[in-house]
């Protein structure tokens, strides 16, 4: 492809697997007529990114909002779930889906992540689980959310849409909780166009969760459950295999690219960047910046600045989950309970981040946002 002034840059763009393999792929498909349900390249993504997550068990799904929904069922969560407004609004969602009534609590402003000090003053006698989410695969506190839990009998399934291969000391961080919900939509930094996938550690869990997946069935004739129809195809899991090869190199590239991002905006008066944490394997899913008070333009006027320029970064995420229409009466909606959460979605912008993203690109948008 050549790159010149007018090509859009969006805020991210999937490095797709060659073509011709993926025709082999598909050859292979029509050869065995095996088109879903289980079949081989379903069965080898599954052990493939065990192997590569460095978890026990993985259930591919259709997409990574109804991996939620199956995993909130495949828990029996009921009442009422304590999760955070500064996600993507499939988190709560899932819950609304379940019947589950929603209770927000605020974030840490320096990871973005729900704020584990904050929980314990909204459990009720309802509360039946925790859904945290790692905002940008930024890990959550672990320790905090477990303890609580535990002291309260509650459930923890994590929202990792983000947090595809990210490590804390070589260990994944998809292996706390309950269980860790994973998204492979085009836009993630591993993909399967579409797609999502359930871990555990818990052998019955991943059993139950592959009934639900698929209607309920535990053999031909035996229905144990309400279940859904939430499978992944052949397609989706043959170019998630193929995906898989290129992810090391992908997150390489997004991580040089992050570097030169910092280095040019870390000392701009104004612009708040986040550096590695330490002992964490990042995967540079996103960019996160902040566009504060004192920085001469607004977050919006920088945004639209870009666009004017075919730049399309993100506000992500803006506006809170917590003030769309269908949550904002809840009582946990209001901005005295939310006041992190309220200043972080009118400052966030995510900037364009993705392996074929060109040094010169780079330098373009730090000069629009600067000068
Ligand atoms: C992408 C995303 C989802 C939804 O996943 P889909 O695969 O698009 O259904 C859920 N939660 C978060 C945090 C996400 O980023």
Redesign the pocket.
């Known amino acids: 492809m050549i790159i010149n002034n007018n090509t859009p840059i969006f805020v991210t763009q999937p490095t797709l697997p060659s073509l011709d393999e993926f025709v082999k792929s598909l050859e292979e498909i029509w050869e065995s007529k095996w088109l879903t349900n289980n079949g081989k390249f379903h069965q080898e993504l599954e052990s493939e990114l065990c192997k590569y997550l460095g978890v026990k068990y993985c259930s591919l799904f259709s997409?990574?909002?109804?991996?939620?929904i199956v995993g909130l069922q495949s828990l029996r969560i009921t009442g009422e779930v304590i999760t955070t407004p500064y996600?993507?609004v499939?988190?709560t969602h899932?819950l609304h889906w379940n019947g589950i009534k929603p209770v927000f609590c605020d974030i840490n402003e320096h990871d973005f992540n729900i704020n584990p000090n904050k929980i314990e003053a909204l459990i009720t006698p309802q509360t039946t689980a925790i859904l945290p989410?790692h905002?940008y695969g930024n890990p959550c506190n672990f320790e905090k959310i477990g303890k609580i839990a535990d002291t309260y009998g509650l459930k923890v399934l994590y929202?990792a849409?983000?947090a595809f291969g990210v490590n804390i000391n070589g260990q994944s961080i998809l292996n706390n909780g309950d269980m860790s919900?994973l998204?492979?939509?085009a836009?993630?930094v591993f993909s399967t166009i579409?797609?999502?996938a359930i871990i555990t550690n818990d052998k019955k869990l991943k059993e139950r969760i592959d009934y639900l997946k698929n209607f309920g069935f535990a053999d031909e004739v035996t229905v144990v459950a309400p279940g859904i129809n939430a499978k992944m195809n052949e397609v989706q899991a043959a170019f998630g295999l193929l995906h898989l090869k290129n992810i090391e190199s992908e997150i390489l590239k997004r991580k040089a690219i992050a570097i030169t991002y910092r280095n040019q905006l870390e000392n701009i008066n104004g612009i708040k960047t986040y550096n590695d944490f330490e002992g964490v394997k990042h995967n540079y899913s996103y960019f996160p910046v902040l566009i504060q008070k004192d920085f001469h333009k607004t977050r919006n006027e920088v945004y639209q600045l870009l666009k004017e320029h075919n730049i399309f970064s993100r506000r992500y995420f803006y506006p809170l989950i917590s003030q769309f229409p269908t949550y904002k009466e809840l009582p946990s909606s209001s901005s005295n309970n939310l006041p992190i959460a309220e200043k972080i979605t009118e400052e966030i912008l995510c900037l364009p981040i993705y392996g074929d993203l060109k040094p010169e690109q780079v330098d373009k948008i730090v000069q629009l946002i600067i000068k």
């Open positions: 997409n990574g909002t109804l991996a939620l996600s993507f499939a988190t899932s989410v905002v929202d849409a983000h919900i998204s492979f939509h836009t993630k579409e797609g999502g």
